[in-house]
């Protein structure tokens, strides 16, 4: 209860149960103690058909989960031989001595079905208790994702059918209109409707749109979600870029790959950020060439070529370095096309005419050049985030009409 | 719960809550429907003196808060006049017709003591029932954040008195090793301490140990906290690079001010990262040159002036190519050091001899270069992360014993 981390494992479980049309009542967080964990547990029972515990399956004292389950259901903990050899197996290949805490690992409660952990030691399991149903996971998300999808639900839609119906969700992004706007612009869908509902929810560069439909079935659900969707598009599809889980960095990926163009990255405040988004899509290198992350004036001048003189004049947050930034880069590592940031990230580097946020984005391609001048707002992060943002959404636009 | 959003709420009350020494005990979520809201106040008030209650206090349907604490508390919901015309002053300064709706968040719990709303319109109140106390404020983190801070905190201290001591955490970051090594190196600690308690929590590139305190005042904790932190460090303190909400590219550029080195940056598979984190300091422009995201040979060759025969007999991702990417760059630059990453982030591109995650890490310092090979598990995202953050700590360690 103390971690201080953000919890994405209820996030990620709402949304799994939701796939699967089971209603989340309760979510409910207990720090480590096997006594409260137990009347926890006791409580959900009373409440819940099934019941998903995450955590506390490690190998360390604080991990309870076994205890508490043990407790709750009155079931002894049984050595596994089987699961045993194979954490053992576990640490023989890596070489490391087992530490004897590990063995804990091995214990299942009697009459469990195991779950297989694809990305590590502990495996999850599932019981069935007084017609309930408990389903217990690692709390590592890289474990935790895997056993969900392939085991609890599986078993669950096994158990109890696909007859419950289904919530779906589908999210619009929204980029370049503040929040009040597009609640302006869609305010009435908002205000009618009670199934699909809207939500918005603001971001540092963008504000997403949630359609959720509950309906029978996903084929109902969908087609309810695409009449709202068509009518948001009307309003504002002009600032939709993208939509659930797509990135922009993929949508720039594709059209680049479809256009079998080439690019390259000169980047001053953002100091990689383009570069690193742009790759973060897999087969990136059949389309990006490489970038500089020209700091100092020196590096602009040296490595990408930028003339002297335009600094000289004006400066190196300017339109027309970025321009010469853009031009140059794209000539030195013989791309198609370049993107071009300069610009003040603060907090310090400010002066009347050229404020902290004031940031130029360059675009060429294959020899045109357009820049796009923006003040952004917020903290040194925030004005980086927002300017690679804003920077790969220009790319996107022009690279699309070229 | 279906809201897909990373719960921020919990985060920040059970940060205050342990600021003022009170045990948070259960989170519970409850989606938006009375019945299951009361029923969950009821189980509340069966195991805590405290509960408090965010959300469901705006004016549409599906805020339920108040008429589940009336239907708990069994008090009517009486309309408070002052606050009426409050709410619609607040409509009428906006030339806005105050909607039918908003009338709603006139009304409070019969005798409950109104807390004030300094970013909103919906205030939050708190009721004594039973000899529990209930605080009910607006999930809106902006309106909630100061209601908590000025209202609930003060009436809670004012209540039980400072008595009850506070809870403080100290969180020391561990980098190369594995969270079983760390477990068994400072085991006996974890077993024989009620208080201070120690947790671990594994991330990516880190594991974090929290060491958290329950004392009478700031300086018994800390003191406390002090005490187990030297005997953490004298175990694994080679390993422990930074504090509580430092960062590793803060010690980084610390060191870099101090010992007035300037640094530039060579990046294959981490295209950018180490860059953009480096310049994620304010101030960096006094250090770092600049870098280049080589992800194509060409730019390797061309940009940085790797020499082509290396890449010919060793590969891209080798210690040769990384050894020189470093140098060169280095002198590029103009810089006293520079950091240099090459590997194979994947899905494709490994082969047997060179699998998915090879990563190779070179640093040059005055001219002095030194290269690292690293396999490392996950997915690209995960690699190309670890890389990064590896990367900063062979930097961090070469350039603090040169």
Request: with cysteine; aromatic share 6%; charged share 25%.
């Amino acid at each position: 209860l103390l971690v201080q981390i953000l919890d994405t494992i209820a996030l990620f479980l709402s949304r799994k149960l939701a796939e699967i049309g089971f209603d989340l009542h309760f979510k409910t967080t207990v720090g480590d103690n096997t006594g409260r964990l137990t009347a926890a547990l006791e409580i959900a029972a009373g409440r819940a058909d099934v019941i998903i515990v995450t955590g506390g399956l490690g190998p360390t004292v604080d991990d309870i989960t076994r205890d508490a389950i043990s407790a709750f259901t009155g079931r002894k903990m049984v050595m596994d031989n089987q699961l045993f050899s194979r954490i053992a197996g576990y640490f023989k290949k890596r070489n490391i001595e087992m530490p004897e805490n590990n063995q804990l690992q091995a214990y299942m409660p009697e009459g469990a079905t195991m779950l297989e952990n694809r990305a590590g030691i502990a495996p999850g399991f599932i019981i069935e208790h007084n017609s309930k149903i408990i389903a217990v996971m690692p709390g590592v998300p890289s474990e935790m994702h895997p056993m969900m999808e392939k085991s609890v639900m599986p078993y669950l839609l096994e158990k109890f059918g696909p007859a419950a119906g289904v919530i779906k969700s589908k999210v619009l992004h929204v980029v370049n209109l503040p929040e009040s706007v597009i609640d302006e612009k869609i305010e009435d869908l908002f205000r009618s409707l009670a199934n699909p509902t809207i939500a918005l929810l603001a971001h540092q560069a963008e504000v997403d749109v949630r359609i959720t439909a509950k309906a029978a079935g996903v084929t109902d659900a969908d087609e309810m979600i695409s009449k709202v969707k068509a009518q948001i598009y009307e309003r504002l599809g002009d600032n939709i870029f993208y939509e659930d889980d797509e990135t922009l960095e993929q949508k720039v990926a594709q059209l680049l790959f479809d256009k079998k163009i080439t690019v390259a990255t000169a980047e001053s405040c953002t100091a990689g950020l383009v570069a690193f988004r742009l790759t973060s899509v897999a087969g990136s290198s059949g389309f990006f060439m490489g970038g500089v992350n020209a700091y100092a004036n020196s590096a602009k001048i040296n490595i990408i070529g930028v003339d002297e003189e335009i600094i000289k004049i004006h400066g190196a947050v300017s339109a027309e370095c970025a321009a010469d930034m853009a031009s140059k880069t794209r000539e030195k590592f013989g791309a198609d096309s370049a993107i071009s940031v300069t610009g003040i990230a603060g907090p310090g580097g400010g002066s009347e005419e050229k404020p902290v946020g004031l940031v130029y984005i360059g675009v060429d391609i294959n020899g045109e050049v357009k820049t796009h001048k923006y003040i952004f707002p917020g903290s040194r992060e925030s004005i980086r985030v927002r300017a690679a943002q804003t920077a790969l959404l220009c790319y996107y636009k022009e690279s699309k009409n070229a």
